[in-house]
């Protein structure tokens, strides 16, 4: 079964708290992504990750950062959270390195920054 | 810097009627295209892609026109239902990230309402 799945799907937390969004996929894909979703800008990428410990910033990186020890499972971490972080996050995969073809994403994670 | 534009925003039509979302981009590198849909509370989901050596790619009620020339692409769907309401993803395969390695561009999506 393809599927991403994305852990937790809420999330609610405090300005300046430390956050872990966690993401897995079944598929043995080699590429992973991280993007964020606000209304009216569309999917904004925030990191790609090619391989294992083998990441790459995206469109807008900062306050962010990746963890990928896996191939399997893709982290992503706010250190000391904004408000501005408040949005939905999406982690997808793809088969093929360099970010082309078929991504497939999870159902995404509701993160509120309060 | 935004190399892939939709339009419109948001685009409303009847049940039965043909809703066209349009696509543009400005690199000429772009070589693959997929559409994505994305329903509510989901991630978006692969809906039909066209190849860049392609004009025409058809699945069911979708179709892609696409014009190479004129770096533009529409995504057509005939007989709309309101099981079609979402919001629709136009993407291109050759984008480079800040660091030089290759990513997806997408653009900001259509928004679709079918009214029954």
């Known amino acids: 079964d393809m599927k991403v799945t994305q852990m937790p799907r809420y999330l609610i937390k405090r300005m300046g708290e430390n956050v872990l969004l966690e993401c897995g996929q079944d598929?043995?894909?080699?590429?992973m992504y991280w993007y964020r979703q606000d209304p009216g800008l569309g999917l904004q990428l925030i990191y790609i990750s090619y391989d294992v410990d083998s990441n790459s910033e995206g469109d807008i990186p900062k306050g962010y950062r990746v963890s990928r020890k896996k191939r399997e499972h893709f982290s992503l971490i706010l250190d000391s959270a904004k408000t501005n972080q408040t949005s939905v996050y999406f982690c997808?995969?793809?088969?093929?390195?360099?970010?082309?073809?078929?991504?497939?994403f999870g159902a995404g994670t509701r993160l509120s920054v309060l | 810097q935004q190399q892939v534009r939709q339009s419109p925003q948001s685009l409303t039509v009847w049940e039965g009627e043909t809703a066209i979302l349009n696509c543009s981009y400005e690199?000429?590198?772009?070589?693959?295209f997929p559409w994505y849909q994305q329903f509510p509370g989901e991630g978006p989901a692969l809906l039909i892609s066209?190849?860049?050596?392609?004009d025409k790619k058809e699945d069911g009620r979708f179709t892609i026109f696409f014009n190479k020339r004129e770096k533009k692409l529409s995504l057509h769907i005939a007989d709309s239902q309101p099981g079609d309401s979402a919001t629709y993803f136009c993407?291109?395969?050759?984008?480079?990230?800040?660091?030089?390695?290759?990513?997806?561009?997408f653009g900001k999506g259509t928004s679709l309402v079918v009214h029954p």
């Open positions: 993407a291109a395969r050759g984008g480079v990230t800040s660091g030089g390695n290759y990513k997806p561009t």
């Open positions: 598929m043995s894909h080699e590429t």
């Open positions: 066209i190849l860049s050596v392609s």
């Open positions: 997808a995969s793809s088969l093929s390195l360099g970010g082309g073809n078929t991504l497939y």
């Open positions: 690199n000429s590198a772009f070589d693959y």
